[in-house]
């Protein structure tokens, strides 16, 4: 079973809030991940990290940040929260080596008004 | 470009089998994922199969990889309602870099009692 938590479930804010969405994983995974899900189910990589310190943009532009400073933990800030980051964001992680299997939170459904 | 596909809705009786159905278009993909996503949660892997394999059969479920057509299909036998879910094909066309999962849009299968 997959130890990977994300919080909250469920955040309704209003435009212009600054917000962060928390992803910790107990299981010591160095690779870690941000996927953006649409409502038509398509998944997006908007964030990667392969371990402390580093983090990388993903395929899909985002106006969110994150950051690296624990293994376990990797939180994924927006600045200033717009209706169209209205989504679900995915945490993901995996271990170190060749097509480890992804390990993902349950995610975090994000409303902005 | 690399790309995945898969058809969208698949609705099936309960009791009956389901076949889920995807095309790839990357011939270097060495590894072939299927993850199911249940309503409010996250990806949970279900099965993967190597390139050099045409078939693997985990109790219920069943793979088969047609590496010259890059097709591969998820059957599931004796589909039960719990089955239903939204099934997502990924193939990692770059050995060892989970980042370049290429995600299909997922099949939403509904099994009517």
């Known amino acids: 079973e997959a130890d990977i938590y994300q919080t909250p479930r469920y955040l309704v804010i209003g435009t212009g809030k600054k917000i962060t969405l928390e992803c910790s994983q107990t299981m010591g995974h160095d690779k870690m991940y941000w996927y953006q899900q649409d409502p038509g189910m398509e998944l997006h990589l908007i964030h990667y990290s392969y371990g402390v310190n580093s983090t990388e943009k993903g395929d899909l532009s985002s106006e969110s940040t994150v950051s690296r400073i624990r293994t376990e933990h990797f939180p994924l800030t927006l600045e200033s929260a717009r209706p169209s980051h209205t989504s679900q964001y995915l945490c993901?992680?995996?271990?170190?080596?060749?097509?480890?299997?992804?390990?993902f939170g349950n995610g975090t459904r994000l409303t902005v008004t | 470009g690399e790309d995945v596909e898969q058809s969208l809705f698949l609705s099936v009786r309960e009791g009956d089998s389901s076949v889920i159905n995807c095309t790839y278009t990357d011939s270097s993909s060495t590894y072939l994922y299927w993850y199911k996503q249940e309503p409010g949660a996250g990806l949970q892997l279900l099965t993967y199969i190597f390139s050099n394999m045409d078939m693997k059969q985990d109790q219920r479920l069943t793979v088969l990889l047609n590496k010259k057509d890059k097709h591969l299909s998820l059957r599931i036998a004796d589909t039960q309602t719990g089955d239903s879910a939204i099934y997502f094909c990924a193939e990692n066309p770059n050995a060892g870099n989970n980042r370049k999962l290429i995600w299909g849009l997922g099949t939403s299968l509904a099994v009517n009692p």
């Open positions: 993901a992680s995996s271990e170190e080596g060749h097509n480890s299997p992804l390990h």
